[in-house]
């Protein structure tokens, strides 16, 4: 029996972090492939425009 409880007290979530809400995993995937393309368009701005003007 004790067993079974040592398996279950690992798994759980320590008692300070239990209580931030913590996002779901999709929108932080979304944010940092919107933040590497804007970082992208920023550094590369120049090359951006010089495409368009012909």
Do not use: C, H
Not at 9 to 18: G, V
């Amino acid at each position: 029996m004790s067993e079974k409880k040592t398996d279950l007290q690992e798994n759980k979530t320590p008692s300070k972090m239990a209580r931030i809400a913590w996002p779901k995993s999709i929108y932080g995937v979304i944010a940092a492939i919107i933040i590497i393309v804007f970082g992208n368009i920023i550094y590369y701005k120049d090359f951006l425009l010089s495409l368009f003007r012909n």
